[in-house]
Each structure stands twice: as C-alpha cells, then as structure tokens.
C-alpha cells in the first residue's frame, strides 16, 4: 500500500467518523423533544381529563336539574369540546357546532333580536258622547243655567172683547257641578332613568286615554253622585218598548223614532253599542230579507244611519236582555251637556315616595255632564 492510499484512506475514515458523531447528535437531540412531545400530550390528556370531571359534577357544570340550563349547555359544550380534541368518532355533528345561535349561551347573545322602541297596545274602546252632547268650559266649580219650566199661554178674542192675564212663563235653574277624576302611578327612580322610552310621554297618554273611559262610561250611566250623571239613569229620560220580551224589534225601533218632538228628531242620534247593532242589521221580515239594506248595497255609498238618522257606538250602553235598556235615542246637544273645568293635568312628585325610590306620576281631570233637558232623549226598553 502506497503512501498516498494510506493517506486517502485515512481522509475517508475521519469523514465517516464526522458524519456519525452528527448523526449521534441529531438522534440525541429527536430524543429530548420527543420526551418533551410526550410530557406535553400527558398534560394535555390529564387537563381533558378534568373537563370531563367538572362537566360531569353536580352543581357545577353538570345536568343536575337544580342547575339552570345554561350551566348545563356548558357541560355539554365542554363534553364535546373534550370529545373533539381526542378524536373520538362518537361525535354528532351538532356536537361540532360549539357558537350557534340556538343558545344564548353558545352564541345567542353575539346575535340579538333588533329592540323596538315601541309598546303594542290594544285598543281601548270609550263611549264618544263628547262628539254629540253639548260641551261647556268654566272657570268656576259648576255653572246654573235658567230653564223655562213652563211655557207662556195665547187665547183667542174678539176685537173689543175684554183681555185677561194668561198663563205667564215659569223658570227653574239647572245646576251643573263639575267632579274629580284621577290616577296615580308609580315608578322607581332607576326605571325613569334607564327606560329605553319617554316613560312621561307614555303615562300621559295612558292617562288621557283613561279619562275618555272614565267619563265615557259616566255621561253613559253614571250615577250623579262625585260623578257625571248617565242619561242612562236619569229618572226623568222616558222610554218605550220593544214589543218582545228578550229581543229587539223593528216596531221598537220605530216607535222609539217617534216618540221625541219632531224638532229633537230631525237632530237626533241613536245611541247603541255593536252587539246591539249587530242585532238590527239582521233584522228579517217574514220572506227573510234583511229590514237594513242600505249598509250591503255598494253602489252608492250612503252614511251609516237607522231610519235615515245616524248612529254612534257606545260600548258602555246595556247589552240586549229583559227589562235592559240597549238604545237611546234623541238630541243629545239639547238634552245632555258636559262641562269642562279643567283639562287633563299631570303632576311629577319625586319627595313624598322618595323612601322607596320611587316618582309618583298622577293625574287629574275636573269634569261634569247631567241631563237638562229630559224630553230630548227618549230609551228603548225590551219588553212585552
């Protein structure tokens, strides 16, 4: 062996011997990181190993009915999460979906409904007398009225015959009290505060809306006594009846028409409410055709009246029964009038409830109404 073969054997044998220790090396180094690799999975199978456990214990994240439904939505999710992460294929595919919408929990609160700044109301029916009464302002706390209460007498003579007093004209006064109505509400400070609404706004409307019923229903039948008096209950308003027992009758309806003077009927107004309506409307003669045509003929519109006399509803006048008084019928601008002291006021009290934290929001409207002149309006009873 030459010297030169010596030499390049040598080269070959420390380039082997270099190449090794590098890879001894690298195996050494593959072999720490894999250790760190394997502590790492151990920890992270012990810590899914707790998920599981909490999820599954009572009181905490677990199905224990005394726990509310969003704790157990969590178990559920940290089951699936835990589920997920080992690669088990037990898994739904709902399981999968972690943020969705149909929890509020698992998302449904990262989706809100839109916040309408509005209240859905239902609609609040009132007797509209108002609209054909006679209406009054005062400043003072009633008013009194001269009426005549008994009319003047003409006789007949001759051109030199002797002339005598005749009967001379006699007054009374009508008297007209205005009365109190009122509502009180209250609200806690933080609610006036923090309302998404114009609360104020909002209860003076209520209170508006309210009075209309209140007085409504009084001018309708109230008794007289710290409220208006109805000219339902007016003991001096006369009627006539039905000719039935239990129903109305176009008989009734007729007779009613007629018995007001002439004058009051010309401006007279029928006053019902809809059921009763409803009763009329279907009234049959004996070919059964309906007695009211005008309001199913829709060539030419016509206004809604009763014998050529129009009508309002009223939903506080009496049902059809025996003995009940279902319809009135009259000039209601000479026979009832109402009387306006003051409007509707409304007063913010933020002292006397303070204790509680509360504001007192109240109200008050001074309002009167009476019959003054009785033979204006005329009931239909329902009897025999």
């Not at 054997?9 to 690799?37: H, V």
């Not at 599981?52 to 940290?78: L, T």
């Not at 934290?357 to 019959?371: P, T």
């Amino acid at each position: 062996m030459t010297a030169q073969e010596v030499h390049q054997m040598q080269t070959a044998f420390a380039a082997f011997k270099t190449a090794n220790d590098s890879a001894q090396a690298e195996f050494k180094a593959l072999g720490r990181e894999n250790a760190e690799l394997k502590e790492r999975i151990e920890r992270i199978q012990n810590h899914l190993d707790e998920i599981e456990v909490k999820a599954s214990r009572r009181g905490s994240f677990g199905d224990g009915s005394d726990i509310p439904s969003y704790g157990r939505n969590h178990s559920a999710h940290a089951k699936a999460f835990a589920a997920v992460l080992r690669g088990k294929a037990d898994v739904t595919p709902e399981q999968y979906k972690l943020l969705h919408t149909g929890s509020d929990t698992a998302g449904g609160f990262l989706a809100p409904l839109e916040y309408v700044q509005d209240i859905l109301k239902n609609i609040v029916e009132f007797s509209p007398i108002r609209s054909i009464a006679s209406v009054r302002t005062t400043s003072r706390a009633g008013v009194q009225i001269p009426k005549r209460t008994t009319t003047a007498a003409a006789q007949w003579v001759e051109e030199l015959g002797t002339r005598s007093e005749t009967t001379n004209p006699a007054f009374g006064m009508a008297e007209l009290r205005s009365h109190e109505a009122y509502a009180l509400v209250k609200v806690s400070k933080a609610e006036v505060e923090d309302s998404a609404f114009d609360l104020e706004a909002f209860l003076r409307a209520e209170f508006a809306e309210q009075f209309g019923v209140a007085e409504g229903l009084s001018f309708v039948s109230g008794t007289g006594v710290g409220q208006p008096e109805g000219f339902m209950t007016n003991a001096s308003v006369a009627s006539v009846v039905s000719g039935s027992a239990s129903a109305i009758t176009a008989d009734g309806l007729i007779s009613l028409y007629f018995e007001p003077k002439s004058a009051y009927a010309e401006q007279a107004y029928w006053c019902l409410n809809r059921a009763t309506l409803r009763a009329i409307r279907t009234l049959k003669d004996g070919a059964g055709q309906y007695l009211w045509q005008a309001g199913l003929q829709a060539a030419t519109p016509r206004p809604a009246t009763i014998l050529d006399r129009p009508y309002v509803i009223a939903p506080d006048m009496p049902d059809i029964a025996a003995n009940a008084y279902p319809v009135a019928f009259g000039d209601f601008r000479r026979g009832y009038t109402i009387l306006d002291r003051t409007g509707v006021e409304v007063m913010v009290d933020n002292i006397t409830s303070k204790a509680t934290g509360s504001v007192e929001f109240s109200a008050r409207k001074r309002v009167g109404g009476q019959v003054v002149i009785a033979e204006a309006i005329k009931k239909l009873k329902i009897s025999t």
